[in-house]
């Protein structure tokens, strides 16, 4: 029988994703993104599900999109089912209010890395590497440029278009890791950070994440009105809005 592309373990608030395709560095198929999407969506309402952790077999994270299915030979449609596939999972990562954290180990590229920037932390080993190289190979890595440019704005575009392959230090050093540890210390802190998002208040947890990601689409005086509108809203359950 064949093994599953995707795997799941779920147990006290906290469900592992894992991605399962060790000979292809867990290169991402149209299915398995679905299958992504699904799990958020679908389990969204849950409130018994606190944390969602993204981890690969085989000692590499993932290799980004599998590249087999959007050659000119699959045709357009299946090429469009692909794409939309990426898109819908970027937007479920995006919308969703379950913390998020990649547990990365060796290669996180292209659509790899932008799983990763999607979620909320990063916990990488010290051989994590991350980078587009799709330029390198004529391939225009347009929608995984999205998480990463909502990062790191500056370089994003130059990272894109030299292919350059950043150790995870370096990644680090540019605020798009939280953490780099030994190999054997990476699940671990992984564990124990998730175990801390689950034991908070769910109420408080759902909406410090609603907050955060309000706040990173707003100006600081937009932002500072916004925030003063939800602690009056948390403490008297009245809006601000409009009021002197």
């Excluded at 309402?45 to 980004?64: H, M, T, Y």
């Excluded at 990763?116 to 990488?124: F, M, N, T, V």
């Excluded at 330029?135 to 292919?163: N, Q, S």
Aim: proline residues 3%; hydrophobic residues 45%; contains cysteine.
């Amino acid at each position: 029988m064949k093994e599953r592309d995707i795997l799941t373990e779920e147990e006290g608030g906290i469900l592992r994703i894992i991605l399962n395709r060790p000979r292809v560095r867990n290169a991402l198929t149209t299915s398995m993104m679905d299958e992504i999407t699904s799990h958020l969506e679908t389990r969204e309402n849950s409130p018994a599900l606190r944390v969602v952790i993204f981890s690969g077999a085989g000692g590499s994270f993932c290799s980004g999109s599998d590249f087999r299915q959007i050659q000119p030979d699959q045709g357009v449609e299946k090429i469009r089912q692909h794409l939309k596939a990426i898109a819908d999972m970027y937007k479920a990562l995006r919308k969703t209010s379950k913390f998020l954290i990649a547990e990365v180990h060796g290669n996180a590229l292209g659509g790899g890395m932008a799983l990763a920037l999607a979620c909320d932390w990063i916990i990488a080993s010290v051989d994590a590497r991350f980078g587009l190289p799709e330029m390198k190979l004529g391939f225009l890595p347009a929608l995984a440029l999205v998480p990463l440019a909502h990062r790191i704005r500056e370089r994003a575009l130059e990272l894109m278009m030299t292919g350059e392959i950043l150790e995870a230090a370096q990644a680090q050093a540019l605020g798009l890791v939280s953490q780099v540890l030994g190999k054997d210390q990476v699940s671990s802190r992984v564990g124990d950070l998730a175990r801390l998002l689950v034991s908070g208040d769910p109420d408080s947890s759902a909406m410090a994440k609603r907050v955060y990601r309000t706040l990173l689409s707003m100006d600081y005086e937009q932002g500072v009105d916004y925030a003063a509108g939800v602690i009056l809203s948390r403490l008297c359950g009245e809006e601000m809005t409009g009021r002197k």
